[in-house]
T-cell receptor, first 114, second 115 residues
C-alpha cells in the first residue's frame, strides 16, 4: 500500500518567494496533519483536517502560512512570503478516525529559505 | 495542557545490549494513548509501539517493549538485543482519547548503536 506522499522532498528558495508543499494522504484516511520540525522547537503540529475541513489551526505561526485540503486525496501548505526562519522539515501525516489510531507520516519536505 | 518530557537527549550502547529510553508526561485526562516513533537518518517517522492508558498490560512488538506506569505518568521504551539499524531519534508522543486525534511529542532521544 502506498504511504503518505509528500512533494517536493527538498526545496531551496530565496526569501520572499512563495513556497507550496504538497501532500497525498493514505487512501481512506480521514484525518490529515501538517507538522514542522526544527532543532529548537522539535515537532510542532501546525494544522489538521478532518474530512477535508480544518479543525485546529492554532499551531500555524502567522498569516504567512495557509493550508488547504480541496479533496480527500490532496492537501497543500503554502508560505507567502517565505522567510529564513521558516527553514525546517515539514511533515504531513494521515490517520483513520477513532481512538488509538496511529498517524502515518510522509518522508517530509526539507525547506531552506536563503 | 499536556506535556511530554524525554530527559535523555542522547544515548549510546553497544550492539546486542539492552537500552531503555525514558518518557514522562503530564495530563489530567484518564483516557489517552501513548506512542513511540522512530526517526532514522532517512528522516522517516516510523511508529514503533503504542499503548492504551486503560490497559494494564505493557505493549510489546518483537524486540521493543514498554514499561507503562500510569500513576507515575511514565512510559519508557526498552529495546532488547539492539541492532545497528536501531540507530535513530526516538520520540515519545501522547494523544488524548475521545477522538481528539492530536499528538503531542517529546523533544526526542538520539540513540546510537555502536558495533
Amino acid at each position: 500500500d502506498a504511504g503518505v506522499i509528500q512533494s517536493p522532498r527538498h526545496e531551496v528558495t530565496e526569501m520572499g518567494q512563495e513556497v507550496t508543499l504538497r501532500c497525498k494522504p493514505i487512501s481512506g484516511h480521514d484525518y490529515l496533519f501538517w507538522y514542522r520540525q526544527t532543532m529548537m522547537r522539535g515537532l510542532e503540529l501546525l494544522i489538521y483536517f478532518n474530512n477535508n475541513v480544518p479543525i485546529d489551526d492554532s499551531g500555524m505561526p502567522e498569516d504567512r502560512f495557509s493550508a488547504k485540503m480541496p479533496n480527500a486525496s490532496f492537501s497543500t501548505l503554502k508560505i507567502q512570503p517565505s522567510e529564513p526562519r521558516d527553514s525546517a522539515v515539514y511533515f504531513c501525516a494521515s490517520s483513520l478516525s477513532g481512538d488509538r489510531q496511529p498517524q502515518h507520516f510522509g518522508d517530509g519536505t526539507r525547506l531552506s529559505i536563503l | 495542557a499536556q506535556t511530554v518530557t524525554q530527559s535523555q537527549p542522547e544515548m549510546s550502547v553497544q550492539e546486542a545490549e539492552t537500552v531503555t529510553l525514558s518518557c514522562t508526561y503530564d495530563t489530567s485526562e484518564n483516557n489517552y494513548y501513548l506512542f513511540w516513533y522512530k526517526q532514522p537518518p532517512s528522516r522517516q517517522m516510523i511508529l514503533v509501539i503504542r499503548q492504551e492508558a486503560y490497559k494494564q498490560q505493557n505493549a510489546t512488538e518483537n524486540r521493543f517493549s514498554v514499561n507503562f506506569q500510569k500513576a507515575a505518568k511514565s512510559f519508557s521504551l526498552k529495546i532488547s538485543d539492539s541492532q545497528l539499524g536501531d540507530t535513530a531519534m526516538y520520540f515519545c508522543a501522547f494523544m488524548i482519547g475521545q477522538g481528539a486525534q492530536k499528538l503531542v511529542f517529546g523533544q526526542g532521544t538520539r540513540l546510537t548503536i555502536n558495533p
